[in-house]
């Protein structure tokens, strides 16, 4: 089930981008209690990238456990996680947890891989979830992306003014993909390769899977022409949207 782009695009990505303020969650820690919609006292965290936000929701959650590929990570969320928070290193393709969770999240990243990657890991989280229990994943979506064709762009300007990205899309197999490189050097870039879906193409999955979606909620959108990033858009217009599942 490994991609061998994964481990050196999130680790090229770790070493640009650093790790972000516990505040810099804050509100999508808020946002991610309010969506599961009922006391969460157990989550299990996928692709936790250095625990960050696992960090400023262990501040409402009695016990949480994340999963991240990325041995850096791993240890730079050892390094500052409180004693709630079970760190391991490995990926949720074939991690053996015998633990059932409240809530089970996957913040931006789903994804990886093929179709059949994809309902592995859906199966995965089924297999993790509470019987009373739900998922949230953030799932991009193809009509946004299509219109991200060729453009390039820095991602943060500010923060990281020597690095720039591309966004290229696979219209025949739907997979959006995010190449990044130091001005210094085009050549030695990396990318990374997202499978999208449309909420129908995602409901059918998560069928297959065993699982029903309840709530589907639209984050936002670049407007690729005016390069502003609207807070609001549509569910067929964003970026990504969060489904929340149920068995
Ligand atoms: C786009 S980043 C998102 C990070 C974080 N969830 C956030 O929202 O800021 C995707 C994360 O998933 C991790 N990841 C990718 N494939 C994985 C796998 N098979 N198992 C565990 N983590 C994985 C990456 O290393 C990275 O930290």
């Given at each position: 089930m490994e991609t061998t782009w994964a481990n050196e695009f999130y680790k090229m990505q770790y070493e640009f981008i650093g790790d972000y303020p516990v505040e810099f969650y804050k509100e999508?820690?808020?946002?991610?209690?309010?969506?599961?919609?009922?006391?969460?006292?157990?989550a299990l965290e996928l692709g936790?990238?250095?625990?960050?936000?696992?960090?400023?929701?262990?501040k409402h959650v009695n016990k949480i456990t994340t999963v991240e590929l990325i041995k850096e990570m791993t240890d730079k969320a050892e390094s500052l996680n409180p004693d709630n928070i079970e760190t391991i290193h490995g990926s949720f393709y074939d991690v053996q947890l015998t633990e059932k969770f409240d809530a089970v999240i996957?913040?931006?990243?789903?994804?990886?891989?093929?179709?059949?990657?994809?309902?592995?890991?859906?199966?995965?989280?089924?297999?993790w979830m509470a019987d009373d229990g739900c998922a949230l994943i953030d799932i991009y979506q193809p009509e946004h992306w299509?219109?991200?064709?060729?453009?390039?762009?820095?991602?943060?300007?500010?923060?990281?003014?020597?690095?720039?990205?591309?966004?290229?899309?696979?219209?025949?197999?739907?997979?959006?993909?995010?190449?990044?490189?130091?001005?210094?050097?085009?050549?030695?870039?990396?990318?990374?390769?997202?499978?999208?879906?449309?909420?129908?193409?995602i409901y059918n999955l998560c069928k297959q899977a065993g699982l029903n979606i309840t709530g589907y909620f639209p984050h936002g959108a670049m407007d690729y022409e005016s390069m502003k990033y609207h807070e609001h858009a549509s569910l067929k217009e964003c970026l990504s949207y969060r489904i929340k599942v149920v068995k």
């Open positions: 999508s820690t808020l946002e991610i209690l309010e969506q599961a919609g009922k006391p969460v006292y157990s936790a990238w250095d625990g960050s936000l696992a960090r400023a929701l262990s996957y913040i931006d990243g789903f994804g990886v891989g093929t179709d059949d990657a994809q309902l592995k890991l859906l199966r995965n989280i089924k297999h299509k219109k991200a064709d060729g453009v390039e762009m820095y991602p943060d300007p500010e923060n990281m003014p020597h690095i720039k990205r591309r966004y290229s899309y696979d219209f025949e197999e739907n997979v959006m993909m995010d190449t990044w490189w130091h001005k210094k050097d085009e050549k030695l870039n990396n990318t990374q390769y997202l499978k999208c879906y449309t909420p129908d193409e």
